[in-house]
Protein backbone atom coordinates (compact mmCIF):
# COMPACT_ATOMS: atom_id res chain seq x y z
CA UNK A 1 0.00 0.00 0.00
CA UNK A 2 2.89 2.45 1.07
CA UNK A 3 4.44 2.02 -2.40
CA UNK A 4 1.80 2.61 -4.52
CA UNK A 5 0.44 6.22 -6.40
CA UNK A 6 1.70 8.99 -4.27
CA UNK A 7 2.16 7.70 -0.76
CA UNK A 8 5.80 5.72 -1.98
CA UNK A 9 8.04 8.74 -2.12
CA UNK A 10 6.87 9.37 1.83
CA UNK A 11 7.20 6.11 2.86
CA UNK A 12 10.63 5.34 1.04
CA UNK A 13 12.10 8.96 2.85
CA UNK A 14 10.06 8.80 6.01
CA UNK A 15 9.98 5.64 6.77
CA UNK A 16 11.04 4.21 10.78
CA UNK A 17 13.44 2.13 8.37
CA UNK A 18 16.22 2.89 6.25
CA UNK A 19 15.22 3.10 2.42
CA UNK A 20 17.22 0.85 0.49
CA UNK A 21 14.31 -2.12 0.38
CA UNK A 22 11.51 -0.06 -0.09
CA UNK A 23 13.08 1.12 -3.49
CA UNK A 24 14.25 -2.23 -4.66
CA UNK A 25 10.35 -3.13 -3.46
CA UNK A 26 9.23 -0.36 -5.82
CA UNK A 27 10.10 -1.30 -8.67
CA UNK A 28 9.84 -5.11 -8.46
CA UNK A 29 6.03 -5.18 -7.56
CA UNK A 30 5.69 -3.45 -10.66
CA UNK A 31 7.54 -6.08 -12.65
CA UNK A 32 6.40 -9.17 -10.88
CA UNK A 33 2.57 -8.08 -9.11
CA UNK A 34 2.25 -7.63 -5.89
CA UNK A 35 0.52 -11.37 -5.06
CA UNK A 36 1.60 -13.09 -1.44
CA UNK A 37 4.37 -15.09 -3.69
CA UNK A 38 5.60 -11.98 -5.64
CA UNK A 39 6.14 -9.72 -2.35
CA UNK A 40 8.32 -12.22 -0.83
CA UNK A 41 10.49 -14.30 -3.23
CA UNK A 42 12.92 -11.66 -2.66
CA UNK A 43 13.34 -11.90 0.74
CA UNK A 44 13.52 -15.77 0.32
CA UNK A 45 15.73 -15.57 -2.62
CA UNK A 46 18.06 -12.81 0.10
CA UNK A 47 17.82 -15.90 2.99
CA UNK A 48 18.68 -18.61 0.49
CA UNK A 49 21.68 -16.37 -0.25
CA UNK A 50 22.52 -16.06 3.56
CA UNK A 51 22.90 -19.80 3.92
CA UNK A 52 25.00 -20.39 1.42
CA UNK A 53 27.25 -17.68 2.58
CA UNK A 54 27.51 -19.14 5.94
CA UNK A 55 28.32 -21.95 4.75
CA UNK A 56 30.61 -20.75 2.36
CA UNK A 57 33.04 -18.62 5.00
CA UNK A 58 32.80 -21.05 7.91
CA UNK A 59 33.95 -24.29 5.90
CA UNK A 60 38.01 -23.07 5.48
CA UNK A 61 38.39 -21.88 8.97
CA UNK A 62 36.62 -24.01 11.04
CA UNK A 63 35.86 -26.89 8.85
CA UNK A 64 33.25 -28.65 6.09
CA UNK A 65 31.32 -30.44 9.07
CA UNK A 66 30.90 -27.09 11.25
CA UNK A 67 30.04 -25.45 7.44
CA UNK A 68 27.01 -28.07 7.03
CA UNK A 69 25.79 -27.81 10.45
CA UNK A 70 26.03 -24.55 10.46
CA UNK A 71 24.29 -23.88 7.24
CA UNK A 72 21.71 -26.69 8.50
CA UNK A 73 20.64 -24.18 11.68
CA UNK A 74 20.58 -21.23 9.40
CA UNK A 75 18.25 -22.93 7.28
CA UNK A 76 15.79 -24.51 9.94
CA UNK A 77 15.91 -22.23 12.69
CA UNK A 78 11.80 -20.99 12.72
CA UNK A 79 13.08 -17.04 13.00
CA UNK A 80 15.08 -17.82 9.79
CA UNK A 81 12.39 -19.34 8.25
CA UNK A 82 9.62 -16.56 9.65
CA UNK A 83 11.39 -13.61 8.49
CA UNK A 84 12.80 -15.41 5.06
CA UNK A 85 9.19 -15.07 4.48
CA UNK A 86 7.61 -12.05 5.17
CA UNK A 87 7.70 -8.71 2.79
CA UNK A 88 10.07 -6.71 5.31
CA UNK A 89 13.61 -5.62 4.88
CA UNK A 90 14.39 -7.77 8.12
CA UNK A 91 16.44 -10.67 6.15
CA UNK A 92 17.60 -8.09 4.05
CA UNK A 93 19.46 -6.00 6.82
CA UNK A 94 21.41 -9.43 7.97
CA UNK A 95 22.69 -10.58 4.80
CA UNK A 96 24.49 -7.10 3.83
CA UNK A 97 25.57 -6.91 7.78
CA UNK A 98 26.85 -10.07 7.26
CA UNK A 99 28.70 -9.83 4.19
CA UNK A 100 29.48 -6.43 5.66
CA UNK A 101 31.90 -8.32 8.76
CA UNK A 102 33.07 -11.05 6.41
CA UNK A 103 34.23 -8.52 3.94
CA UNK A 104 35.61 -6.60 6.33
CA UNK A 105 37.33 -9.12 7.71
CA UNK A 106 38.78 -10.46 4.60
CA UNK A 107 39.41 -6.47 3.61
CA UNK A 108 42.17 -5.84 6.60
CA UNK A 109 43.55 -9.18 6.24
CA UNK A 110 44.81 -8.23 2.41
CA UNK A 111 44.30 -5.18 2.60
CA UNK A 112 43.79 -4.52 -1.22
CA UNK A 113 41.83 -1.80 -2.63
CA UNK A 114 39.13 -4.33 -4.41
CA UNK A 115 38.55 -5.83 -1.16
CA UNK A 116 38.01 -2.13 0.87
CA UNK A 117 35.71 -1.46 -1.95
CA UNK A 118 33.54 -4.61 -1.51
CA UNK A 119 34.04 -4.08 2.02
CA UNK A 120 32.63 -0.29 1.91
CA UNK A 121 30.02 -1.11 -0.32
CA UNK A 122 28.42 -3.96 1.73
CA UNK A 123 28.82 -1.76 5.06
CA UNK A 124 26.90 0.96 3.33
CA UNK A 125 24.36 -1.46 1.87
CA UNK A 126 23.56 -2.62 5.37
CA UNK A 127 23.16 0.67 6.87
CA UNK A 128 20.93 1.93 4.11
CA UNK A 129 18.31 -1.17 4.42
CA UNK A 130 18.61 -0.36 8.17
CA UNK A 131 20.24 1.27 11.28
CA UNK A 132 20.62 -1.78 13.08
CA UNK A 133 23.17 -3.02 11.08
CA UNK A 134 25.49 -0.51 13.04
CA UNK A 135 24.84 -3.07 16.34
CA UNK A 136 27.57 -5.25 14.71
CA UNK A 137 29.60 -3.43 12.09
CA UNK A 138 30.92 -0.67 14.14
CA UNK A 139 32.43 -2.95 17.00
CA UNK A 140 33.08 -5.61 14.46
CA UNK A 141 35.04 -2.90 12.94
CA UNK A 142 36.96 -1.99 16.08
CA UNK A 143 37.39 -5.52 17.28
CA UNK A 144 39.07 -6.46 13.82
CA UNK A 145 41.49 -3.29 13.43
CA UNK A 146 42.54 -3.84 17.38
CA UNK A 147 43.24 -7.46 16.29
CA UNK A 148 45.18 -6.46 13.60
CA UNK A 149 46.97 -3.99 15.42
CA UNK A 150 47.84 -6.36 18.16
CA UNK A 151 49.31 -9.08 15.88
CA UNK A 152 51.47 -6.39 14.24
CA UNK A 153 53.39 -5.37 17.74
CA UNK A 154 53.71 -9.02 18.72
CA UNK A 155 54.71 -10.16 15.09
CA UNK A 156 51.86 -12.44 14.01
CA UNK A 157 51.60 -13.32 10.24
CA UNK A 158 48.33 -14.68 10.57
CA UNK A 159 46.56 -11.12 9.51
CA UNK A 160 49.02 -10.04 6.72
CA UNK A 161 52.57 -8.37 6.84
CA UNK A 162 53.18 -7.56 10.16
CA UNK A 163 55.91 -4.41 9.55
CA UNK A 164 53.10 -2.37 8.10
CA UNK A 165 52.21 0.78 9.86
CA UNK A 166 49.23 1.49 11.61
CA UNK A 167 47.81 3.46 9.34
CA UNK A 168 48.22 1.02 6.35
CA UNK A 169 46.82 -1.67 8.43
CA UNK A 170 44.05 0.06 9.70
CA UNK A 171 43.61 1.69 6.40
CA UNK A 172 40.50 -0.73 5.21
CA UNK A 173 38.43 -0.54 8.27
CA UNK A 174 39.55 3.50 8.43
CA UNK A 175 38.51 4.05 4.56
CA UNK A 176 35.27 1.98 4.90
CA UNK A 177 34.31 3.98 8.15
CA UNK A 178 35.17 7.63 5.90
CA UNK A 179 33.05 6.52 2.90
CA UNK A 180 30.14 4.95 5.32
CA UNK A 181 30.14 8.20 7.21
CA UNK A 182 30.11 10.36 4.46
CA UNK A 183 26.91 8.39 3.42
CA UNK A 184 25.17 8.02 6.67
CA UNK A 185 25.53 11.29 7.90
CA UNK A 186 23.46 13.39 6.06
CA UNK A 187 20.38 10.67 6.08
CA UNK A 188 21.01 11.03 9.82
CA UNK A 189 20.72 14.78 10.00
CA UNK A 190 17.68 14.07 8.02
CA UNK A 191 15.83 11.61 9.49
CA UNK A 192 16.80 13.86 12.75
CA UNK A 193 14.57 16.80 11.84
CA UNK A 194 11.73 14.01 11.57
CA UNK A 195 12.51 12.04 14.89
CA UNK A 196 8.77 12.34 16.25
CA UNK A 197 7.70 9.70 13.11
CA UNK A 198 10.38 7.33 14.13
CA UNK A 199 8.82 5.91 17.69
CA UNK A 200 7.51 3.06 17.98
CA UNK A 201 4.71 1.94 20.46
CA UNK A 202 5.99 -1.62 20.54
CA UNK A 203 9.05 -1.33 21.13
CA UNK A 204 10.98 -2.25 24.86
CA UNK A 205 13.19 -2.15 27.62
CA UNK A 206 16.57 -4.57 27.04
CA UNK A 207 16.48 -5.98 30.90
CA UNK A 208 19.53 -8.08 31.53
CA UNK A 209 17.81 -10.97 31.05
CA UNK A 210 16.93 -10.65 27.59
CA UNK A 211 19.99 -12.17 25.85
CA UNK A 212 19.01 -15.45 27.76
CA UNK A 213 15.69 -15.54 25.89
CA UNK A 214 16.97 -14.35 22.35
CA UNK A 215 19.91 -17.41 22.46
CA UNK A 216 18.71 -19.45 24.34
CA UNK A 217 15.04 -19.76 23.52
CA UNK A 218 13.98 -17.39 20.52
CA UNK A 219 17.16 -18.24 17.90
CA UNK A 220 16.69 -21.77 18.20
CA UNK A 221 12.81 -22.71 18.46
CA UNK A 222 10.92 -19.09 17.45
CA UNK A 223 8.76 -18.99 20.79
CA UNK A 224 6.67 -22.59 18.88
CA UNK A 225 6.55 -24.37 21.99
CA UNK A 226 3.42 -23.33 24.27
CA UNK A 227 3.17 -22.13 27.31
CA UNK A 228 3.65 -24.77 29.87
CA UNK A 229 2.20 -24.38 33.60
CA UNK A 230 -0.56 -21.62 34.55
CA UNK A 231 -0.16 -18.18 33.33
CA UNK A 232 0.48 -14.97 35.18
CA UNK A 233 0.43 -11.54 34.57
CA UNK A 234 4.05 -10.28 35.16
CA UNK A 235 7.24 -11.70 37.17
CA UNK A 236 10.06 -13.25 35.28
CA UNK A 237 9.53 -16.90 36.32
CA UNK A 238 6.04 -16.41 36.13
CA UNK A 239 5.25 -14.37 33.03
CA UNK A 240 2.85 -14.19 30.39
CA UNK A 241 4.25 -16.87 27.74
CA UNK A 242 5.84 -18.61 30.52
CA UNK A 243 9.63 -18.41 28.65
CA UNK A 244 11.65 -19.54 31.54
CA UNK A 245 10.11 -23.04 31.70
CA UNK A 246 10.45 -23.18 28.28
CA UNK A 247 14.22 -22.35 28.23
CA UNK A 248 14.65 -24.44 30.90
CA UNK A 249 13.77 -26.76 28.94
CA UNK A 250 15.69 -26.27 25.53
CA UNK A 251 18.54 -25.82 27.40
CA UNK A 252 20.22 -28.60 27.76
CA UNK A 253 19.67 -28.88 23.75
CA UNK A 254 20.87 -25.49 22.71
CA UNK A 255 23.59 -24.24 25.52
CA UNK A 256 26.05 -27.28 25.55
CA UNK A 257 27.06 -26.83 21.87
CA UNK A 258 27.35 -23.12 22.21
CA UNK A 259 29.92 -23.67 25.21
CA UNK A 260 31.64 -25.84 23.13
CA UNK A 261 31.31 -23.58 19.93
CA UNK A 262 32.59 -21.02 21.86
CA UNK A 263 35.49 -22.81 23.40
CA UNK A 264 36.12 -23.78 19.42
CA UNK A 265 36.37 -20.57 18.24
CA UNK A 266 38.13 -18.37 21.04
CA UNK A 267 41.57 -19.71 19.35
CA UNK A 268 41.35 -18.45 15.71
CA UNK A 269 41.45 -15.05 14.62
CA UNK A 270 38.00 -15.87 12.40
CA UNK A 271 36.51 -17.42 15.63
CA UNK A 272 37.06 -14.15 17.69
CA UNK A 273 35.36 -12.20 15.41
CA UNK A 274 32.06 -14.80 15.26
CA UNK A 275 32.00 -14.15 18.89
CA UNK A 276 32.28 -10.68 19.02
CA UNK A 277 29.45 -9.94 16.18
CA UNK A 278 27.11 -11.52 18.67
CA UNK A 279 28.52 -10.20 22.23
CA UNK A 280 29.08 -6.75 21.29
CA UNK A 281 25.66 -5.72 19.66
CA UNK A 282 24.22 -7.66 22.50
CA UNK A 283 26.01 -5.30 24.72
CA UNK A 284 25.82 -2.17 22.98
CA UNK A 285 21.79 -3.01 23.17
CA UNK A 286 21.76 -3.36 26.89
CA UNK A 287 23.69 0.01 27.06
CA UNK A 288 21.93 2.25 25.07
CA UNK A 289 18.83 1.02 26.98
CA UNK A 290 19.99 1.83 30.20
CA UNK A 291 21.12 5.28 29.18
CA UNK A 292 17.76 6.21 28.25
CA UNK A 293 16.39 4.81 31.02
CA UNK A 294 18.88 6.99 33.47
CA UNK A 295 18.37 10.09 30.95
CA UNK A 296 14.58 10.02 31.92
CA UNK A 297 13.64 9.50 28.03
CA UNK A 298 10.29 7.45 27.33
CA UNK A 299 12.28 6.33 24.27
CA UNK A 300 12.75 2.44 24.04
CA UNK A 301 14.61 0.33 21.13
CA UNK A 302 14.22 -3.16 22.04
CA UNK A 303 12.19 -6.06 20.09
CA UNK A 304 13.87 -9.55 19.10
CA UNK A 305 14.38 -8.77 15.31
CA UNK A 306 16.35 -5.48 16.52
CA UNK A 307 19.04 -8.25 17.21
CA UNK A 308 18.14 -10.31 14.20
CA UNK A 309 21.82 -9.31 12.91
CA UNK A 310 23.21 -11.39 14.92
CA UNK A 311 21.20 -14.85 14.01
CA UNK A 312 24.20 -16.42 11.08
CA UNK A 313 26.62 -15.72 13.87
CA UNK A 314 24.72 -17.90 16.35
CA UNK A 315 24.14 -20.54 13.89
CA UNK A 316 28.02 -20.56 13.62
CA UNK A 317 29.43 -20.68 17.18
CA UNK A 318 26.42 -23.80 17.71
CA UNK A 319 27.70 -25.08 14.09
CA UNK A 320 31.35 -25.21 15.50
CA UNK A 321 30.10 -26.72 18.69
CA UNK A 322 28.11 -29.15 17.33
CA UNK A 323 31.31 -30.03 14.89
CA UNK A 324 33.30 -30.65 18.12
CA UNK A 325 31.58 -33.20 19.90
CA UNK A 326 33.87 -36.34 20.52
CA UNK A 327 33.64 -39.33 18.99
CA UNK A 328 31.48 -41.99 20.28
CA UNK A 329 28.42 -44.28 20.01
CA UNK A 330 25.66 -41.64 20.58
CA UNK A 331 27.56 -38.54 18.56
CA UNK A 332 25.41 -38.08 15.22
CA UNK A 333 22.30 -38.24 17.26
CA UNK A 334 24.10 -35.43 19.50
CA UNK A 335 24.93 -33.10 16.47
CA UNK A 336 21.55 -33.51 14.82
CA UNK A 337 19.78 -32.94 17.88
CA UNK A 338 19.54 -29.08 18.36
CA UNK A 339 18.36 -29.07 14.11
CA UNK A 340 15.59 -31.45 14.51
CA UNK A 341 14.46 -29.26 17.63
CA UNK A 342 14.62 -26.01 15.54
CA UNK A 343 12.97 -27.99 12.32
CA UNK A 344 10.06 -29.49 14.39
CA UNK A 345 9.41 -25.54 15.83
CA UNK A 346 9.75 -24.63 12.00
CA UNK A 347 7.29 -27.05 10.98
CA UNK A 348 5.17 -25.93 14.43
CA UNK A 349 5.13 -22.16 13.35
CA UNK A 350 3.68 -23.15 10.08
CA UNK A 351 0.82 -25.50 11.65
CA UNK A 352 -0.59 -25.83 14.83
CA UNK A 353 0.98 -22.93 15.76
CA UNK A 354 0.80 -21.00 12.78
CA UNK A 355 -1.95 -18.53 14.28
CA UNK A 356 -0.56 -18.03 17.67
CA UNK A 357 2.20 -15.88 18.70
CA UNK A 358 5.69 -17.21 17.88
CA UNK A 359 8.63 -15.60 16.32
CA UNK A 360 6.29 -12.61 15.78
CA UNK A 361 2.69 -11.85 15.78
CA UNK A 362 0.38 -13.69 12.82
CA UNK A 363 0.19 -12.28 9.82
CA UNK A 364 -3.35 -10.96 9.81
CA UNK A 365 -5.18 -11.76 6.09
CA UNK A 366 -6.06 -8.22 4.92
CA UNK A 367 -6.52 -9.87 1.58
CA UNK A 368 -9.46 -12.66 2.56
CA UNK A 369 -11.08 -10.73 4.55
CA UNK A 370 -11.88 -7.49 1.99
CA UNK A 371 -12.36 -9.83 -0.17
CA UNK A 372 -15.46 -11.45 1.80
CA UNK A 373 -16.71 -8.46 3.05
CA UNK A 374 -17.03 -7.16 -0.59
CA UNK A 375 -19.33 -10.80 -1.65
CA UNK A 376 -21.18 -9.86 1.32
CA UNK A 377 -21.85 -6.15 0.89
CA UNK A 378 -22.94 -6.59 -2.93
CA UNK A 379 -23.59 -2.87 -3.93
CA UNK A 380 -23.98 -1.30 -0.36
CA UNK A 381 -20.30 -0.78 0.15
CA UNK A 382 -20.83 -0.23 4.06
CA UNK A 383 -18.15 1.64 5.91
CA UNK A 384 -14.95 -0.46 7.82
CA UNK A 385 -13.95 0.72 11.06
CA UNK A 386 -11.14 -0.78 12.94
CA UNK A 387 -8.59 -0.87 15.59
CA UNK A 388 -5.77 -1.44 13.33
CA UNK A 389 -4.65 0.63 10.38
CA UNK A 390 -6.69 1.02 7.56
CA UNK A 391 -4.16 0.96 4.50
CA UNK A 392 -5.03 -2.42 3.60
CA UNK A 393 -8.94 -1.47 3.53
CA UNK A 394 -8.09 1.07 1.09
CA UNK A 395 -5.76 -0.89 -1.03
CA UNK A 396 -8.16 -3.79 -0.85
CA UNK A 397 -11.01 -2.47 -1.36
CA UNK A 398 -10.39 1.13 -3.35
CA UNK A 399 -12.70 4.01 -2.75
CA UNK A 400 -14.50 2.53 0.43
CA UNK A 401 -15.10 4.94 3.70
CA UNK A 402 -12.75 2.97 6.27
CA UNK A 403 -11.43 4.80 9.76
CA UNK A 404 -9.11 3.75 12.31
CA UNK A 405 -10.39 4.42 15.89
CA UNK A 406 -8.22 6.49 18.00
CA UNK A 407 -7.84 4.07 20.97
CA UNK A 408 -7.53 7.40 23.06
CA UNK A 409 -11.87 6.95 25.26
CA UNK A 410 -12.13 3.53 24.92
CA UNK A 411 -13.41 0.49 22.15
CA UNK A 412 -17.02 0.93 23.16
CA UNK A 413 -17.15 5.16 23.44
CA UNK A 414 -15.59 5.31 19.98
CA UNK A 415 -17.72 2.64 18.25
CA UNK A 416 -20.64 4.24 19.51
CA UNK A 417 -19.34 7.84 18.68
CA UNK A 418 -18.94 6.38 14.68
CA UNK A 419 -22.00 4.79 14.80
CA UNK A 420 -24.08 7.44 15.83
CA UNK A 421 -22.92 9.38 12.80
CA UNK A 422 -24.61 9.30 9.37
CA UNK A 423 -23.80 6.01 7.01
CA UNK A 424 -23.08 4.26 10.41
CA UNK A 425 -26.35 2.54 11.05
CA UNK A 426 -24.49 -0.77 9.76
CA UNK A 427 -21.12 -0.98 9.53
CA UNK A 428 -17.99 -3.59 9.56
CA UNK A 429 -15.61 -3.43 12.57
CA UNK A 430 -12.11 -5.63 11.71
CA UNK A 431 -10.41 -6.39 14.97
CA UNK A 432 -6.78 -7.03 14.85
CA UNK A 433 -5.67 -7.73 18.38
CA UNK A 434 -1.73 -7.55 17.78
CA UNK A 435 -1.56 -4.20 16.12
CA UNK A 436 -3.00 -0.84 16.72
CA UNK A 437 -4.25 -0.32 20.32
CA UNK A 438 -4.53 -3.28 22.20
CA UNK A 439 -8.35 -4.12 23.27
CA UNK A 440 -8.25 -6.54 26.01
CA UNK A 441 -10.99 -9.37 25.07
CA UNK A 442 -13.23 -8.87 27.70
CA UNK A 443 -13.54 -4.61 26.38
CA UNK A 444 -14.40 -6.14 23.29
CA UNK A 445 -17.15 -8.32 24.03
CA UNK A 446 -18.52 -6.04 26.15
CA UNK A 447 -18.12 -3.28 23.26
CA UNK A 448 -19.96 -5.59 20.71
CA UNK A 449 -23.02 -6.35 22.82
CA UNK A 450 -24.43 -3.15 22.30
CA UNK A 451 -25.06 -3.83 18.58
CA UNK A 452 -26.71 -6.82 16.96
CA UNK A 453 -23.95 -9.40 14.87
CA UNK A 454 -25.22 -9.68 11.52
CA UNK A 455 -22.11 -11.56 10.79
CA UNK A 456 -18.73 -12.48 11.97
CA UNK A 457 -15.53 -14.53 10.34
CA UNK A 458 -11.63 -14.57 11.56
CA UNK A 459 -9.28 -14.33 9.09
CA UNK A 460 -5.66 -15.45 10.91
CA UNK A 461 -5.51 -12.95 13.51
CA UNK A 462 -8.16 -10.94 11.99
CA UNK A 463 -11.85 -10.75 13.19
CA UNK A 464 -14.28 -9.53 10.89
CA UNK A 465 -17.87 -8.42 12.39
CA UNK A 466 -20.87 -6.76 10.71
CA UNK A 467 -22.76 -4.57 13.16
CA UNK A 468 -26.16 -2.95 13.33
CA UNK A 469 -27.15 -0.58 15.78
CA UNK A 470 -31.05 -1.79 15.41
Given at each position: ?445 AALERYRTLDARTFRSLEVFRLSRE
Amino acid sequence: MGLSGDSARHLILRDVHNPLYNLMMYPWIRVFGDSEIAIRIPSLCAALILIWLVWRWVVPRFGARAGALAAAMMAVSPVAVWYSTEAKNNVFTVLFTTLGVMTLDAAIRSRSFRDTAIATLFVVLAFATDAQSLLVLVPVGVLVTWMSLRDARAGALSWGRSDAGVLRRAGPVLICALVAAAVITPWVIYKAGHASELSRRYVGYFDWHEPIRLLVLWFPTGGAIPPIGPEHPGGWFGDREGWVIRALLVTPFVLPPMIRGVRALTSTPSGVVTLGAILWPVLLMYVMSEALVLSGSALRLYQPRNLLVVLPWFCIVVGAGLAAIPPGPLRLARMLLPIVLSLCCTVAIRTFRADAVTVNTPNPDWRGALRWIEAQDGPSRLPVASNSMVQPIWYYSPGRDAMMLPGRSGLATELETLSSGPGFGEFWYIHNPHWGFRVPPEELRAALERYRTLDARTFRSLEVFRLSRE
